[in-house]
C-alpha cells in the first residue's frame, strides 16, 4: 500500500528523521502558526503533481486561501485532490537522493543515493546512482552506511547527518514491512540541517496485519476494486468488455492475453487464487456483475482449488440471482468431470480448449 | 534422474491436519510419493491416512528420517515453520503458502542458503517427477514420465502447459513450481543448472511472466551455459502497465520487466516462444 506524503513523514518523524514544519491544512484557519512563505502540496499516490500544478507557494493568508482553493478538489492523472499539506519553506544547499528498496533478484533490501536529487532522478545516469545491498541475517552495518555516505560529497557534518538517516530509514523499512522508502530530495539546508522534503513509502499488503496503526486508504483503487480488496479477492479493472475469472494470476494473465488472438479484449481480471470456499466464489461473481462485463470467461485449472467446489458455488449464484450475461466456462484438473456436469446442468456454456473458449468469448462479446 | 526431488525424498508436511494437508496429503500417497510424517503443534499422536504426525519438526526428523518438509502452514506462521524445519536439518523445503510477508521471505530465504538447503517457493505449486515424486499441490492426473523438464513461476498456468504436454504424448522429468512472489529461494538459473546437469531431460520449458526482471537473467544465463533447448511463455502481454514502485522500481528495471523486454531477451538467447499456453507442446514436438 502507498502511504501519502504526510502519512510517509509522520513516520519518519516517529524515527527521528527531520521533516520540514508542516501539516494538513482544510481552510485557511488551519495556517496560523505557519510562517510565510510556504508550500501547498497535494496528497495524491502518483508522481509528476509540481508539473500538473499540485505544488504552490504561498505569500500571504489571501494568498494562500486563493490557492488552496485551487488545489483541494484538483484533478491529478485521475486522482481528486481530498488532502493538502502545508509546509514551510527551507533554505536549500544540496538535493540528495535517497532510498531503500527491495532487489528482487539478489533478495536483499537495496540501499541507493545519489548527489544529484530532486525531479530528474529516473535520467541520472547508473554510475551516479551508489548502492549498497544488506544481507538480512546481518542487518545494517556501518561499513554499508560508509560505502555510500563515503561517495557522496558531502563535508564531515553533512555526512554524519546522511549516515544517521540511512540507519533510521533502514530501520523503518525493516519495521514496517515496507517494499520502498524513498526520499528525493533528501536535503541539506543553508544551515546544515538535513531534512526529507518528501516522502514515498510502500507497505507490503501482505504485512498489513502487523501494521494496525496505518489506516489503509487504497486512494489508487476504483470503488469497485476498493470493494474487492476488502473482501481479499484480486480484482483489477480494464477498458476492454469481457470479464474473465481465473485461478492464479499467471493463469487469468495467459487467459486476457488469449482473448486479444480472438479480438477480444478484457475488462476485468479476477484471480481467484487458490480457494474454491463457496462464499468466496459466490463474492466474485457478484463482483463481477457489478463491473458489467457483456461476457463472463471463466477458465479454471484445478490444484489446490478443487474444480468441484467451484462450480457448486457458481452454479449456485447464478440459481439463485440469475445472471443477464453468457458465461462461457473452462474447466480443467482436479475434479473436472463432476465439475463439468454441474456447470452444465446449471446451462453454462462449456468450452473444449482454452482456443475454444477464447474465441466463443470474443465472438459473443462483439 | 529428476532434479531437486526424487524417490529418495522422505517428505514431513508442516500443517498437516488441516482441510489442505489432509486432502493432500493423500493426493500424493496416492501419486507414489514418500510420506513419513506431518506436524502440527498439539495433535502430536494422530494420523492422517496413516501417516504419524508430530508437535515438532526435531521429533518427526528423528522418528522417521524424514529429510524434506512441504510447508501448508498460514502465512503468519510461514517464518517460524521454515526456520524450525532448517534447524531440525532438512535439506528440502518446499512452500506452498502464498501471502508470507517479503521480508519474512527475504529472511528464510538466506537463511536456507546458510543452512545449504534447497528452498522451493514460497508461493509454490510444488514439485513433481514423474514417476518417482510429487511434493506439493500439484494435480497428479496431469504428469507423464518423459524427458521435458518444466520450471515456473505461475501455478495453474503450469499444470495447463504440463497438461498440454501430456495430451501430446511428451513427457516430464522434472515440473517445478517457484512460486509467484518476488522473493523466492529457487530462480530459473538454478533450475536451468540443473536441468542441464540432469541426464534424463532432454528439453526445457520455462513459463514465466511480467514482472521483474527473472526472464532476462535467466536468457543472459542461457546464452553462456545451456546446452539443452529452452522454450517459452511469457504471461501479461496484454497487462497494462503494473504499479511502478516508485522512482527505485524504475532505476533497477531500467526499462526491463515487460512482457516485450522478456520476449526480446528470450529470442536473443534462441529460446522458442509460444503465443498459447498450449502451443508450448507443438513447439516442443517440433523442435526437439
Known amino acids: 500500500m502507498k502511504l501519502f506524503e504526510y502519512q510517509g513523514k509522520e513516520l519518519f518523524d516517529k524515527y527521528g528523521i527531520s521533516v520540514p514544519n508542516g501539516r494538513l491544512v482544510n481552510n485557511e484557519k488551519d495556517f496560523s502558526g505557519l510562517n510565510y512563505p510556504f508550500v501547498l502540496k497535494a496528497q495524491v499516490p502518483i508522481g509528476g503533481r509540481g508539473k500538473a500544478g499540485g505544488i504552490k507557494s504561498v505569500e500571504n493568508l489571501n494568498d494562500g486561501k486563493d490557492k488552496l482553493s485551487q488545489i483541494m478538489g484538483m484533478d491529478i492523472r485521475g486522482f481528486t485532490v481530498r488532502k493538502v499539506l502545508a509546509e514551510e519553506k527551507v533554505d536549500i544547499k544540496k538535493e540528495l537522493y535517497l532510498s531503500i528498496t527491495l532487489d528482487r533478484s539478489k533478495r536483499m533490501p537495496l540501499i541507493m543515493a545519489s548527489d544529484e536529487g530532486g525531479m530528474d532522478i529516473e535520467s541520472v545516469p547508473d554510475e551516479k546512482i551508489f548502492k549498497e545491498w544488506v544481507n538480512p541475517l546481518i542487518g545494517i552495518q556501518s561499513f554499508h552506511i560508509r560505502g555510500i555516505v563515503s561517495k557522496l560529497k558531502l563535508d564531515k557534518d553533512e555526512g554524519k547527518g546522511v549516515a544517521g538517516v540511512i540507519s533510521k530509514i533502514y530501520k523503518l523499512f525493516r519495521d514496517y514491512d515496507c517494499e520502498l522508502v524513498e526520499i528525493n530530495p533528501l536535503i541539506i539546508s543553508k544551515d546544515g540541517s538535513v531534512m526529507a522534503l518528501d516522502s514515498k513509502v510502500n507497505i507490503n499488503d501482505d504485512a498489513m496485519y502487523r501494521h494496525p496503526d496505518i489506516v489503509p486508504e487504497h486512494v489508487d483503487l476504483t470503488p469497485l476494486e476498493k470493494d474487492a480488496k476488502e473482501k481479499g479477492i484480486a480484482f483489477i479493472q480494464l477498458d476492454g468488455n469481457i470479464g474473465v475469472i481465473a485461478n492464479g494470476a499467471g493463469l487469468t494473465m495467459a487467459t486476457l492475453d488469449a482473448l486479444t488472438n480472438y479480438e477480444g479484449k478484457g475488462g476485468v481480471f479476477l484471480d481467484l487464487g487458490g480457494t474454491d470456499d463457496p462464499e468466496k466464489v459466490k463474492q466474485a461473481f457478484e463482483l463481477m456483475k457489478k463491473a458489467k462485463p457483456k461476457v463472463i470467461f471463466l477458465n479454471l485449472f484445478g490444484g489446490i482449488t478443487r474444480c468441484d467446489t467451484v462450480a457448486k458455488g457458481v452454479k449456485e449464484v447464478i440459481s439463485k440471482e440469475g445472471i443477464d450475461c453468457p458465461v462461457i466456462t473452462r474447466i480443467k484438473g482436479c475434479n473436472e468431470d463432476i465439475a463439468k456436469d454441474i456447470l452444465k446442468d446449471a446451462g453454462l456454456i462449456t468450452g473444449t480448449t482454452l482456443q475454444d473458449a477464447a474465441q466463443k468469448s470474443s465472438d459473443l462479446a462483439r | ?288
Open chain 2, 1 to 288: 534422474m529428476a532434479i531437486f526431488a526424487d524417490k529418495n525424498n522422505k517428505v514431513l508436511v508442516q500443517g498437516a491436519t488441516g482441510h489442505q494437508g489432509v486432502f493432500h496429503i493423500g493426493a500424493m500417497l496416492e501419486f507414489g510419493t514418500n510420506v513419513v510424517a506431518g506436524v502440527t503443534p498439539g495433535k502430536g499422536g494422530q494420523e492422517v491416512h496413516g501417516v504419524p504426525i508430530f508437535n515438532n519438526v526435531f521429533e518427526g526428523v528423528s522418528q522417521t528420517g524424514a529429510n524434506t518438509s512441504l510447508v501448508l502452514v498460514p502465512a503468519r506462521f510461514a517464518k517460524d515453520a521454515i526456520f524450525e524445519a532448517l534447524d531440525a536439518g532438512l535439506k528440502t523445503i518446499v512452500v506452498i503458502t502464498e501471502n508470507i510477508p517479503f521480508q519474512d521471505a527475504m529472511e528464510f530465504v538466506h537463511y536456507a542458503k546458510y543452512k545449504d538447503a534447497v528452498l522451493i517457493g514460497p508461493n509454490s505449486p510444488g514439485i513433481a517427477s514423474s514417476g518417482k515424486t510429487k511434493i506439493g499441490i500439484l494435480p497428479g492426473q496431469i504428469f507423464k514420465e518423459g524427458d521435458v523438464g518444466v520450471a515456473s513461476r505461475s501455478g495453474t498456468l503450469t499444470y495447463e502447459i504440463v497438461n498440454s504436454l501430456t495430451e501430446k504424448g511428451i513427457g516430464q522429468s522434472t515440473c517445478v513450481g517457484l512460486g509467484g512472489d518476488p522473493i523466492i529461494g529457487t530462480t530459473f538459473i538454478d533450475a536451468l543448472d540443473a536441468f542441464e546437469k540432469d541426464k534424463e531431460t532432454k528439453a526445457v520449458v520455462l513459463v514465466g511472466e511480467i514482472g521483474g526482471t527473472a526472464e532476462e537473467e535467466a536468457a543472459e544465463h542461457i546464452k553462456e551455459n545451456i546446452s539443452k533447448p529452452v522454450f517459452a511463455f511469457i504471461a501479461g502481454r496484454t497487462a497494462p502497465p503494473g504499479k511502478r514502485m516508485g522512482h527505485a522500481g524504475a532505476i533497477i528495471a531500467r526499462g526491463k520487466g515487460t512482457a516485450e523486454s522478456k520476449i526480446k531477451a528470450f529470442e536473443k538467447a534462441d529460446v522458442k516462444l509460444a503465443r498459447f499456453p498450449t502451443d508450448i507442446a507443438d513447439l516442443v514436438e517440433k523442435y526437439s
